[in-house]
């Protein structure tokens, strides 16, 4: 172990010192293969291995005689066992860093592979990039020879990688992670996956994956991270979620799952990120949803579900930063213990039927940065000041409301974009530049190119085109100015 992590991270000098020592230790009769020995089997493996992925041309034999000491191979890692030899314990190939070795156009999992005894983390990157010139499935024997070994499987951007996932991959029974992000692997969740108890994270976002998620999946009590998002599963919401009790991160978006949030949900009081948006679910907000007491992230966006915010203890969700209820089908008004999550930093209840109007206290949110109302039927007046105007810019979003709901115009700007001034505003303001600017603004606007936010694992990100603009135009006054 020390004498591979010195090989791998030593400077020049350090280098240089250390073939001193070694041509010493020729010198005095020692074979240099004593540097870091393999056995012949494994070095012959391992270069075969490569090929199979990488191509014919990559010779590991002429470039890489040492592939466990002094010439190692990009993305391949060893470690000493005790019988004396070294074994590769790491294989991680395709585009992930600048100088990986990339796969070849007719990449395949090559035979060879099952016979790295040691293997404990196999990662391969956009290496199958084909599924009509080079479609890849996945092997079907030769995952139990890793039982013992393999930690982590990782394939992720190989749009070739097709077929099902083969239920022996439920064999892998010391896997800790199960990645199989963005490929085109089709059929159903292997009941045999919930064979692997040990499993800490489980993603399988971005395939063609069908079905329920099967209720063996229940064993996985040390899973931190369960992602099926982007696939096409159905079935209700399962309600064994409840006992991955360690759960960190949850993400089932984008599928076409049904039916009401498992009470069993209200269990996992580690999870920060609950995202089921872009799917099916009906029933209202779940009265268990507010023992999430860890939640940050809760995103329930684009379901039919229905009801109102009102049964729901929004004050007790002390820790929560994104919440997107938009797009949810509901009714009755905004109720005031909203404006008690002091930790919101973006709050979408766009489209949906809300009515009554919207507390001035909202602008106490002390992290607000984005605030989405458009396409309700608010009404009254919007006291905000020209402060929370100002910083927010068109995020916050209160068009498409009905007629109803108005701005109280201190000054003419900043004012909230495509809300029409009060009426007794525009009698009071001598009027021409206010209801110019309504009338600008009344354009019509694509707010999806706008606001874009991508949720899940990844947490989200706001577009600050509104602020690139107004620094654009800051810029612009100035050189004005100084060309003057
Ligand atoms: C690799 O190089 C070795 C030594 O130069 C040579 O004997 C062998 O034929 C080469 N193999 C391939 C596949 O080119
Ligand atoms: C998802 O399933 C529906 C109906 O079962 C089907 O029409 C659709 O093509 C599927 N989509 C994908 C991406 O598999
Ligand atoms: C708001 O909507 C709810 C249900 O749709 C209705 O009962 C209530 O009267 C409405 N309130 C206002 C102020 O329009
Ligand atoms: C909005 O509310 C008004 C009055 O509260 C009501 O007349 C109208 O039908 C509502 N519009 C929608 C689209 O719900």
């Not at 010198?27 to 293969?33: A, R």
């Not at 064993?219 to 696939?231: G, H, K, P, T, V």
């Not at 100002?390 to 909230?416: D, H, I, M, S």
């Amino acid at each position: 172990m020390a004498i591979r992590i010195i090989s791998r991270k030593c400077t020049q000098a350090v280098c240089f010192m250390f073939l001193m020592v070694l041509l010493f230790c020729v010198c005095e009769g020692q074979d240099s293969s004593s540097l870091s020995p393999m056995d012949e089997k494994e070095k012959q493996v391992i270069y075969n291995v490569i090929q199979g992925f990488v191509g014919k041309w990559w010779n590991g034999s002429d470039l890489y005689p040492d592939p466990c000491g002094w010439t190692p191979i990009q993305g391949v890692s060893c470690e000493l066992y005790d019988d004396g030899f070294w074994y590769v314990t790491v294989v991680n190939l395709g585009q992930v860093f600048d100088n990986s070795l990339i796969c070849s156009n007719d990449a395949k999992f090559p035979e060879q592979l099952f016979k790295l005894k040691h293997l404990k983390v196999l990662s391969l990157t956009s290496c199958f990039l084909s599924p009509n010139k080079n479609p890849v499935t996945l092997p079907i024997s030769g995952w139990e020879k890793f039982s013992e070994s393999l930690e982590s499987l990782i394939l992720r951007s190989n749009p070739g990688l097709v077929g099902t996932i083969p239920s022996t991959i439920g064999s892998l029974r010391s896997l800790q992670s199960l990645v199989l992000l963005e490929n085109s692997l089709t059929g159903e969740l292997p009941r045999s996956i919930g064979n692997l108890v040990k499993l800490r994270q489980l993603v399988l976002a971005g395939n063609n994956l069908v079905g329920e998620v099967p209720i063996t999946y229940g064993r996985f009590s040390e899973l931190l991270i369960f992602d099926a998002s982007r696939n096409n599963l159905s079935g209700s919401l399962p309600p064994i979620v409840g006992s991955w009790s360690s759960l960190l991160k949850l993400d089932l978006s984008n599928n076409v799952l049904e039916g009401l949030l498992p009470m069993e949900l209200g269990r996992l009081k580690h999870l920060t990120l609950l995202d089921v948006s872009h799917n099916k679910l009906i029933g209202g907000l779940a009265e268990t949803i507010k023992e999430l007491v860890s939640l940050k992230d809760m995103v329930l966006s684009n379901n039919p579900i229905g009801g109102d915010l009102l049964g729901t203890k929004w004050r007790s969700f002390t820790k929560v930063e994104t919440l997107d209820l938009s797009n949810m089908g509901l009714e009755g008004s905004v109720p005031e213990s909203i404006t008690e999550m002091k930790r919101l930093r973006f709050l979408d209840l766009s489209n949906n039927n809300l009515n009554g109007s919207l507390s001035r206290n909202l602008e106490n949110l002390p992290c607000l940065k984005a605030l989405h109302v458009n396409g309700n039927n608010l009404t009254g007046r919007l006291e905000f000041s020209q402060e929370f105007y100002g910083k927010l810019g068109r995020r916050f979003a209160a068009w498409n409301n009905n007629e109803n709901l108005c701005y109280v115009a201190k000054q003419v700007t900043p004012v909230p974009y495509s809300v029409k001034p009060c009426l007794q505003e525009i009698t009071n303001s001598e009027g021409v530049s206010t209801v110019e600017n309504f009338e600008m603004s009344e354009g019509s606007y694509d707010e999806d190119s706008f606001v874009e936010t991508s949720f899940g694992i990844s947490s989200f990100v706001f577009n600050d085109v509104w602020l690139i603009l107004s620094v654009n135009v800051v810029l612009t006054v100035l050189l004005w100015n100084l060309s003057f």
